[in-house]
């Protein structure tokens, strides 16, 4: 067929040709869903709820309370104990004398007893001592442990933000790939009309736009399931109508510091390391307590008392009642108790040695997870920059094979391979953005910062 003849039937059916591929930025798959409606927050806002509402917070926070109640429980035995003790008694049955003329009843129907008591420990061999310390620790590690669960809980709701905006990104690079593939199917029933293709070009691109439908379909529905965990993680109610903002802000990469910078972060402001050093202590105080079974237990007793008897009623004259009072000092020293505090001071050993390794093991592992997402980072960045000139290769390509097609001088199969190709670049753009940004949140995380403590301005 002669070139005019070509160029003749190709305006026949203009209207129905393929279009350049869509002059679409790399960043602009990132943009939000216009259609999306309702409350909008953002990463920040999300944040500062799920810290506010969450119910990790929540029980972080009743578990401190608890910890700081025992720590004022284990003072009050700095403090001396005062008690006020009463009875009475009514003598159902009076007691008998035996006497050679009979018998005779002894005592009173009534008898009343008040006292104020009064006690204080002198010396403890260290045990209320220790013990205070021990619940002091118990109240600093409910703290960081509340600081634990809200960088647990920061890092879970910035995962879920970017799962979100991922989803959001992957949607746009399906329906482009749906609209260009049902470009492409009109073109091939266009050239079919004309006789320019066979039917199976034909029905070989309406199964590859019925094969991206789905891909459709499946990326709306993780954007949603991403919002669904979102207000999960946020204590509201999966009808709850809100939905993430985002900027490009939010997708960018700061430098870093060095690994030497970021390791001492990590040893300053890792909650997790503060807890292990934590238990290093109270395993410490635990041995003291344990020794102090051994040592003797020196007390200060008082006690003032009102004694009162009579035949009925209450007592009236003091020739019914009398008070007494006393004061003194007991002393109690372990001889043998079967072993039984040598073999917890053993115990306790053992444990404080659990301790020490479980700390030094933590900061090696601190150290493995601050390089682990280190190395991640720098890996996602450099694979941003590589894959974003890719994207726009790969449409200049589509364009260049479009005009092709339409002058017949290549194959829909080419065609085909650079609309994949365009889709292909996309994904692994959106994939290298969203990897990240997941890594950037490891490291705060492996860090144990909670603001961009080390992120410099662009």
């Not at 917070?57 to 309370?65: C, L, P, S, V, W």
């Not at 284990?74 to 003598?91: T, V």
């Not at 953005?433 to 603001?451: C, N, R, T």
């Amino acid at each position: 067929m002669k070139k005019w003849m070509l160029l003749a039937l190709m305006a026949a059916y203009a209207p129905v040709c393929l279009g350049a591929a869509p002059d679409k930025s790399a960043n602009s798959l990132f943009a939000e869903r216009e259609e999306v409606g309702g409350e909008k927050i953002t990463i920040s806002d999300a944040i500062r709820m799920a810290l506010s509402d969450s119910y990790q917070i929540i029980d972080a926070q009743k578990t401190k309370e608890i910890y700081e109640a025992q720590l004022s429980e284990a003072n009050s035995y700095f403090y001396p104990s005062l008690s006020l003790d009463g009875s009475y008694n009514r003598a159902l049955k009076k007691s008998k004398i035996v006497m050679s003329s009979g018998t005779m009843e002894i005592g009173q129907n009534n008898t009343y007893t008040a006292g104020l008591n009064g006690s204080y420990v002198l010396w403890s061999g260290g045990q209320i001592r220790n013990t205070a310390r021990a619940a002091k620790v118990g109240a600093e590690t409910g703290l960081f442990n509340l600081r634990h669960v809200q960088s647990l809980v920061t890092k879970q709701v910035v995962g879920f933000c970017y799962d979100i905006i991922y989803a959001a990104a992957l949607i746009r690079v399906q329906e482009e790939y749906l609209d260009i593939a049902k470009q492409h199917l009109s073109e091939a029933q266009a050239k079919y009309k004309q006789g320019l293709v066979s039917n199976l070009d034909v029905l070989t691109q309406k199964v590859k736009v019925e094969n991206i439908e789905p891909l459709v379909l499946q990326a709306k529905k993780n954007f949603e399931l991403g919002n669904l965990y979102l207000r999960q993680i946020l204590n509201r109610d999966p009808e709850d109508n809100i939905y993430l903002t985002w900027s490009p802000a939010d997708l960018k990469l700061p430098q870093t510091p060095s690994l030497d910078e970021l390791y001492r972060l990590a040893m300053e402001k890792r909650p997790e390391l503060m807890l292990s050093k934590l238990a290093v202590d109270a395993a410490h105080y635990n041995i003291n307590i344990a020794k102090a079974g051994h040592m003797p237990v020196l007390a200060l007793n008082a006690d003032y008392t009102y004694n009162g008897v009579t035949e009925n009623g209450f007592p009236q004259h003091k020739k019914d009642y009398y008070w007494s009072s006393s004061a003194g000092i007991s002393l109690s020293i372990p001889l043998f108790e079967g072993m039984r505090v040598s073999s917890q001071v053993a115990q306790k050993e053992l444990a404080y040695e659990q301790s020490v390794a479980a700390y030094q093991n933590k900061m090696k592992n601190v150290r493995i997870q601050v390089k682990e997402a280190w190395l991640n980072l720098e890996e996602a960045r450099s694979r941003v920059e590589a894959t974003k000139g890719v994207v726009e290769q790969a449409r200049e390509n589509l364009n260049a094979q479009m005009k092709r097609y339409r002058a017949g001088l290549t194959s829909q199969l080419e065609v085909n391979d650079a609309i994949s190709n365009v889709n292909d670049s996309d994904l692994q753009y959106v994939q290298a953005v969203y990897d990240g940004a997941i890594a950037l949140s490891d490291l705060k995380f492996a860090v144990g910062v909670e603001v961009d403590l080390y992120e410099k301005e662009n």
